[in-house]
């Protein structure tokens, strides 16, 4: 959904009441186990944890002034949306969570490369995306990334 904001605060104080409460018990999930060292920011009409210029000084490439993207969410018109690139990158991880999510979730799991559309809130795996936060460490995503940018360098 779009709004007029900057802050995540305000963004989470526009969401419609029904959506509240999932997106800030997602947040909270994420603030206490993302790995340490990530920044919470509001970017591109979502919530975004990102590897800030202290870790990473190279910043994001597509925008070099910002921190690296690592994690998303988003509350959009027919889902909230979980963003995370760890799914598209770690064929391990991402295998362990639809193995998981089937085991959890009454309805087959709806995503895209790196997203994850979570349609009904009561079926929100809140445990299991706790413990995807923990499956890929800031270091090992740097290095996934950095292998990313030179093959895309590469390519052109």
């Not at 419609?16 to 920044?39: H, Q, T, Y």
């Not at 870790?55 to 027919?78: D, E, R, T, W």
């Not at 799991?109 to 994850?116: A, Y």
């Not at 929100?124 to 936060?133: A, F, M, R, V």
Request: charged share 25%.
């Amino acid at each position: 959904m779009k709004y007029d904001i900057t802050t995540v605060e305000d963004y989470l104080a526009a969401l419609p009441a029904s959506r509240r409460e999932s997106m800030n018990r997602l947040r909270s999930i994420f603030l206490a186990n993302l790995p340490e060292g990530l920044v919470e920011t509001f970017r591109y009409g979502m919530i975004s944890y990102e590897i800030p210029h202290e870790i990473y000084p190279a910043g994001y490439n597509v925008n070099p002034k910002i921190g690296v993207p690592f994690l998303s969410l988003a509350s959009q018109k027919n889902f909230i949306g979980v963003y995370y690139v760890g799914l598209m990158v770690k064929p391990d991880v991402l295998k362990w969570f639809e193995d998981s999510y089937a085991k959890v979730v009454p309805t087959k799991i709806d995503r895209g490369k790196s997203c994850i559309r979570l349609k009904k809130q009561a079926d929100i795996p809140y445990d299991l995306i706790k413990e995807l936060c923990g499956k890929l460490s800031i270091e090992d995503y740097l290095v996934i990334y950095e292998k990313w940018k030179i093959t895309k360098k590469n390519n052109k």
